[in-house]
T-cell receptor
């Protein structure tokens, strides 16, 4: 158990809908990262938040957004969903927020299926 | 641009045999280097990491990796594979300056034959 929790574990929805994925980092970790893992794209970095502020953006679509709240949990919002958004979405947390040094601890993921 | 290459998509070894998974990176300086393992239906777990110092790094579950600057490589090794090692393995690079980035390779899926 990494100490990172993600809810829900599974999500099935329809095209055009909007969903919210939730992540709680390990106790004491200020950084939260979101990744998308799919068969064709592999593990793609989406976005990084540190102590409530956005630190880096990766391959995140404009239809996707994220935020980190004062209690440090984070939410990833996916809107106008398409079939191709079906994937496993991981959240990771780390103590470090300013470099690539921090070890990232991954949650179990949320499996999203868009029908 | 920074990149990570894991040239082997699939590897099959017999239980008890030695293992080496390859990882090459492209980066202008020495990056931070990581190996993660992902079991089916699970999240990623850190096996080991290299920041500086001794280029041979020991990790959990009997794994080790060697950083070779001249080859821009960080190959993962295990002297004797166990059936429970069957999983997908990801090499990752963390940038050490400039815009923060954490880049994963495409993964190597390991199959272990009994």
């Amino acid at each position: 158990d990494s100490g990172v929790t993600q809810t829900p574990k599974h999500l099935i929805t329809a095209t055009g809908q909007r969903v919210t994925l939730r992540c709680s980092p390990r106790s004491g970790d200020l950084s939260v990262y979101w990744y998308q893992q799919s068969l064709d794209q592999g593990l793609q970095f989406l976005i990084h938040y540190y102590n409530g502020e956005e630190r880096a953006k990766g391959n995140i679509l404009e239809r996707f957004s994220a935020q980190q709240f004062p209690d440090l949990h984070s939410e990833l919002n996916l809107s106008s969903l398409e079939l191709g958004d079906s994937a496993l979405y991981f959240c990771a947390s780390s103590r470090s927020g300013t470099s690539g040094r921090g070890t990232q601890y991954f949650g179990p993921g949320t499996r999203l299926l868009v029908l | 641009a920074q990149s990570v290459t894991q040239p082997d998509i699939h590897i099959t070894v017999s239980e008890g045999a030695s293992l080496e998974l390859r990882c090459n990176y492209s980066y202008g300086a020495t990056p931070y280097l990581f190996w993660y393992v992902q079991s089916p239906g699970q999240g990623l777990q850190l096996l080991l990491k290299y920041f500086s110092g001794d280029t041979l790094v020991q990790g959990i579950k009997g794994f080790e990796a060697e950083f070779k600057r001249s080859q821009s490589s960080f190959n993962l090794r295990k002297p004797s594979v166990h059936w429970s090692d069957a999983a997908e393995y990801f090499c990752a690079v963390g940038t050490t300056s400039g815009t923060y980035k954490y880049i994963f390779g495409t993964g190597t899926r390991l199959k272990v034959l009994a």
